[in-house]
């Protein structure tokens, strides 16, 4: 461990006003983290937070709630704050830096990095301290999803990372204290590189990582028809209609439904995988999940070792009779 950086900073990000849910995921998971590596968790709120802000941070462990400020004007576009963000860190030196993998953090992360001359991995799925050597062990999947690569940055500081929304919990910290706030002001000499001129907000007809219980298919459902399946299960159970990315590869099912590293992360109460073998990029995307229950007709199917229910057979046979377990219990 680099003895001159210490501390685990998480990057803030506000959204519609509020602050976005992966910031609360990410300070529940720093709290392992900082366990590990015994030093302090801060997060890093860009512009001046209220006192409903401070509140939400506290109660999910922030020991710090540093404040950053432009001297020059509003903390605002993502320039801008990279360059306060660099300043900050050149200046407290922290050892681990981590963001959500939203467009915002995705944005402003290879910014940082590149001043900072640091490492940067994306998107992943996992964070875990290597306890000997006192390191960040990143992991994400690689080479189309087929593998799960750990990186770490053994040398350069502060360790980089973004996390998709939706991979850890938000938990808050029983009997969370005070924290402390420390406000500082920079004078960045950044010139915009764009500029905002209106922000549009698009209507989503589907939304399926904020779905309770999932009903997904994949390639051994053997044909696109078998979606209607699939649908009307969903329907019945009161859920949404999820897909590997096998099935929207064929062209089945629009990649909307899609779950996996590719597509949604997602943690339902409950999920049912139907003809879904379990490949890595798709296991990556709902391991979140309360339950997971899994029809397919390959007892060796990875999916099962996911699975807290397993159902080995021929999942025609199998859905429809579950439907009509349910119709049954309905009408008594």
């Known amino acids: 461990m ?39 968790l801060v997060a890093v709120f860009p512009g001046d937070a209220g006192k409903k802000d401070i509140n939400m941070l506290e109660q999910y462990g922030a020991d710090e709630i540093l404040l950053i400020n432009s001297e020059r004007s509003p903390a605002g576009s993502c320039e801008t704050v990279a360059e306060l963000i660099c300043m900050a860190v050149e200046e407290e030196k922290p050892q681990v830096l981590l963001a959500g993998a939203t467009i915002y953090g995705r944005t402003l992360m290879p910014l940082i990095a590149v001043r900072l001359k640091t490492g940067l991995t994306a998107d992943c799925t996992e964070l875990s301290i290597d306890r000997d050597r006192k390191i960040l062990l990143q992991t994400r999947p690689a080479f189309g999803g087929n593998i799960m690569a750990t990186i770490e940055c053994a040398d350069s500081r502060p360790q980089m990372a973004t ?59 053997g044909k696109p028809e078998g979606f209607d399946l699939i649908s009307e299960l969903a329907d019945k159970i009161g859920g949404m209609t999820g897909a590997s990315r096998g099935a929207v590869d064929l062209g089945w099912i629009s990649q909307a439904h899609q ?71 309905e009408s008594k």
């Open 2 to 40: 680099r003895l001159d950086h210490k501390n685990i900073w998480v990057i803030v990000e506000k959204k519609d006003k509020e602050i976005h849910p992966v910031s609360f995921e990410l300070l529940s998971k720093g709290l392992a983290l900082k366990k590990e590596l015994g030093e302090s």
């Open 163 to 221: 996390v998709r929304p939706r991979v850890f919990r938000m938990e808050k910290k029983p009997g969370a204290v005070k924290a402390m706030v420390v406000s500082k002001s920079y004078s960045p000499g950044v010139r915009r590189a764009a500029r905002v001129l209106e922000t549009a907000v698009r209507e989503e007809s589907l939304d399926i990582g904020q779905a309770e219980v999932i009903v997904a298919g994949g390639r051994g459902l």
């Open 259 to 329: 779950v996996g590293q590719t597509g949604h992360t997602v943690s339902p109460k409950l999920y049912v995988a139907c003809g879904i073998s379990g490949a890595v990029q798709h296991l990556a995307g709902m391991k979140g999940s309360g339950t997971i229950i899994a029809v397919n007709e390959d007892p060796d199917a990875p999916i099962f070792e996911a699975a807290d229910y397993g159902i080995v057979g021929d999942l025609y046979d199998i859905v429809p009779g579950i439907l009509k377990e349910l119709e049954r219990g």
